[in-house]
């Protein structure tokens, strides 16, 4: 039986159970160590604070890459890799929402970049990205791990393959809804800057930003004369040498505590791979269900284990889902689910299952949908 199973729910009764894609639950004893007395962000006890989160964060991310952590959502580290890594041009792969954000924050900041498109709903495929860089016109590639609008994991074990046809071209991986709750073994794909966010599969509050650098990703940095100034990654990668594991500036103390005792949890109590395995049962129920009254939005072959985006068109009657009513009904149950992102708004609702949740969790906001839709 898996370790998790034995444990209690880490979280109270009284928690709105949230079923949408971040912010997600956080358990008690984490909660607590949100009122964790201050300390001196230069002092050894914060240098050993962010050590311990760093050595944890590289067991879960599958990496001896340097961990950076941010004050900042994991936006901030988005727009930090594409500027400090982009010496020549950028070629941004998007599946969706947070693809599309990602070439308007290259844009944003003048770095020369172009964008392919999928059709919504579809992956980034590996022929697509041996096509853009066969041009030789790009020195760094960005990648949806997990597109929290469309619901499709990206098949990055795939485009690993073709990238190691292009060892120069640095490879950035938005993991944000995906790290924690889905295994990417970033060492083995070879990935350069992988991102990810505190408050998704995580489980913690929102407010800091985590990325795994390689070298070869920091060495690329010397290259690129205006990188910013916070979050430029090669000045947050040579403090953590200087000052011995310390932020550039006065991080986020409180999520730190919060992050050391959850990444604690996740590594020696949980267990990584029964982390994993429960992620993946949850997301296998969450699927069958949504067959069975609904149907699943993305291409089949690349689901995210993490949430599922679900067409709203009811299959018994084939009328379309009121989602507003549906989650005023959910709020009397005291859970809340997602709706469609963006351009998917009120065609598709989403279904978290990740941080703490468990399968019983799934089971009572499905039936709760289902009795909804009976009435
Ligand atoms: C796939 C993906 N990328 C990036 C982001 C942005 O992350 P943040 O809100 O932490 O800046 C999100 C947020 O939902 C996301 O789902």
Not at 3 to 26: H, N
Not at 240 to 252: A, F, L, R, V
Not at 253 to 280: C, P, S
Request: proline share 3%.
């Amino acid at each position: 039986m898996l370790k998790w199973r034995a444990q209690k729910p880490r979280f109270t009764t009284m928690a709105i159970k949230l079923f949408i894609p971040g912010p997600t639950i956080v358990s008690e004893d984490v909660l607590a160590e949100l009122s964790h007395p201050m300390i001196s962000h230069r002092s050894k006890a914060a240098s050993e604070l962010q050590k311990s989160i760093s050595d944890n964060l590289q067991k879960i991310l599958f990496t001896n890459n340097r961990i950076l952590l941010s004050t900042s959502s994991g936006s901030g580290f988005m727009e930090g890799a594409i500027r400090s890594c982009t010496a020549k041009r950028a070629a941004v792969f998007s599946i969706g929402a947070f693809g599309d954000k990602w070439f308007k924050m290259a844009k944003a900041n003048g770095i020369p970049a172009d964008k392919f498109a999928s059709e919504m709903g579809q992956p980034t495929t590996p022929e697509m990205v041996d096509a853009a860089l066969a041009t030789g016109k790009y020195d760094l590639i960005t990648v949806t791990h997990n597109e929290t609008s469309s619901g499709v994991q990206n098949p990055v074990e795939e485009i690993a393959e073709v990238m190691k046809k292009y060892p120069d071209v640095i490879w950035c991986v938005d993991a944000v809804s995906s790290a924690a709750g889905s295994k990417i073994e970033t060492d083995k794909l070879g990935i350069d800057v992988l991102i990810t966010s505190t408050q998704k599969a995580l489980a913690l509050p929102p407010g800091m930003a985590i990325a795994a650098m390689s070298q070869k990703a920091y060495e690329r940095t010397a290259q690129v004369e205006h990188r910013g100034l916070y979050f430029d990654l090669r000045t947050i990668w040579d403090f953590i040498d200087k000052k011995n594991y310390q932020y550039t500036s006065t991080p986020c103390l409180t999520i730190m505590f919060a992050m050391d005792k959850q990444l604690k949890h996740i590594v020696n109590e949980e267990g990584i791979e029964a982390r994993f395995a429960r992620h993946e049962e949850m997301a296998k129920w969450t699927r069958a269900w949504a067959d069975e009254h609904f149907r699943v939005y993305p291409n089949r072959n690349y689901l995210s284990k993490t949430l599922t985006v679900i067409d709203s068109h009811i299959k018994a009657t084939g009328e379309l889902l009121d989602f507003k009513a549906l989650n005023a009904f959910l709020a009397t149950r005291n859970m809340t689910a997602g709706n469609g992102y963006g351009d998917l708004k009120d065609k598709t609702f989403r279904i978290a299952h990740m941080g703490e949740l468990t399968i019983d969790d799934l089971k009572e906001v499905t039936s709760a949908i289902e009795e909804f839709i009976r009435k």
